[in-house]
């Protein structure tokens, strides 16, 4: 039997997945992050190790032969990172088994529009970016978001927990509409808005984030402010994604996927909001699949391996109970 390993590299988290050459899904376990932008290349490159150690030791005790291997790493295209990695692991590793490494980009690209020639893909996750494909080839990065969550504006959880505070502030100061996302909020963080906010902010981006559901949870309740914000947030993910698809084509027929646990968990609210937004003859699909499986469709691609209906079928069914083995934190070696 032959398998896949492929690396889904970020700047919070690293995950593996170990598969077999059909989709089936034998392992995953995530690391600490490896983005080639915030970390050196010995700590990433000491974390990578360590997956691949677990998963071709996982492999070699149950007779998987590794018939291809991807890793896609955020800041990958940097500079002279992906001839930097490929080089080491190459070398050290992969010399009589096909290997590849790219961006993450191409992760989420592969992920959100699968196999169609022209696609866009959106990841809204603690911050956003967008990536472009156009009769097969990924585009180089357009730099219509990832630029980080201090300067981008779309949809991201950043950009939701940090509209709730400022709508907030605007109802509690008189600037703006009364609204019940200040209540909200101040039932998650256990007192008033402003008192907490030194709190917030020694939380951190993530914790600004995870604010984000209070948004949607006031839009379903009616609240104004809320429906301004959503409308206004998503109108940026539209500009952007209209802005992708003139780079491809305006006449190109194109999908869309949208990634990330925004636009997965708030279906009822997002799809319909954004068919009015974007160019008619652009296709929205809100993908189960994480950028995991982007990075698997390029390690089977590297074993020569088509990543059709059968191996994404197959894929689907395993990911959340994996054959044999899935742990959330890789074994770290000291």
Not at 133 to 159: E, H, I, R, T
Request: with cysteine.
């Amino acid at each position: 039997m032959k398998g896949l390993i492929a690396v889904d590299g970020g700047g919070t988290k690293t995950e593996f997945i170990l598969a077999t050459d059909d989709g089936r899904v034998l392992a995953t376990k995530k690391y600490k992050g490896t983005n080639l932008n915030s970390v050196s290349f010995e700590d990433a490159f000491t974390t990578l190790e360590h997956g691949l150690y677990d998963m071709s030791e996982l492999a070699l005790n149950n007779k998987l032969e590794i018939a291809g291997v991807y890793f896609g790493l955020a800041g990958g295209v940097n500079g002279k990172n992906a001839e930097v990695v490929y080089n080491y692991f190459k070398n050290k590793y992969f010399q009589n088994i096909p290997f590849s490494n790219a961006g993450d980009d191409l992760n989420a690209i592969n992920a959100g529009v699968k196999n169609a020639p022209n696609g866009i893909a959106v990841i809204a996750g603690t911050g956003s970016n967008v990536m472009l494909k156009k009769d097969g080839m990924v585009l180089p990065n357009p730099q219509l978001s990832g630029w980080g969550y201090m300067f981008d504006k779309g949809a991201s959880g950043f950009d939701f927990g940090r509209d709730a505070i400022i709508a907030s502030k605007k109802d509690l100061n008189g600037t703006g509409k009364k609204t019940i996302i200040t209540n909200k909020l101040e039932k998650k963080l256990n007192g008033p808005v402003f008192d907490s906010l030194k709190e917030v902010y020694s939380k951190g981006v993530d914790y600004v984030a995870s604010l984000a559901p209070i948004v949607f949870d006031a839009y379903r309740e009616g609240d104004e402010v809320a429906k301004a914000i959503i409308e206004d947030e998503f109108a940026c993910v539209a500009e952007m994604i209209n802005k992708g698809h003139e780079i491809i084509g305006k006449d190109v027929e194109a999908k869309v996927g949208l990634l990330g646990g925004i636009f997965s968990h708030e279906v009822e609210i997002v799809k319909p909001l954004m068919k009015k937004m974007i160019d008619s003859n652009l296709q929205i699909t809100i993908p189960q699949e994480s950028q995991i499986y982007g990075a698997l469709m390029e390690a089977a691609k590297n074993a020569g391996v088509e990543t059709d209906a059968k191996f994404l079928k197959n894929y689907n069914e395993t990911i959340k109970e994996p054959l044999l083995q899935r742990t959330e934190v890789g074994y770290e070696r000291q």
